[in-house]
């Protein structure tokens, strides 16, 4: 086993799942209102590996981790589409209105 002292460099990546009680929705069905889910401190995520609750601050970074590859992951979609047809005219700049700008015909 290697020794290992203070803080990692990175922050691991947690596997997360939908919680179970509350399939995700972070609340659950009382008897005339929602109530917050107790299984996963109404966040809605618990870990996948053992179904339990994250602390708060894990929580925090776990899931600004996925907001982030998920945004990398949406800009380069949009790399790799070439857009064709009507929708390309909205974002390539035709030069054919007033003072140079884009003219859409709308």
Known sequence: MKKIHGPAFCAARIELARCSACR???VVQGV???LPC???KA???VSGETGEALPQDVLV???SLRLQAAGEQIEQ??????M???AAQYTQNNRRGAGG????GD
């Open 38 to 40: 107790e299984q996963c």
């Open 43 to 45: 966040s809605g995520w």
């Open 84 to 86: 064709n047809g009507p």
């Open 77 to 82: 979609l949009k790399r790799s589409v070439p």
């Open 61 to 63: 970074t776990q899931l």
């Open 32 to 34: 005339f209102h929602d």
């Open 24 to 26: 995700g929705r972070a």
């Open 101 to 104: 700008t884009n003219y859409t």
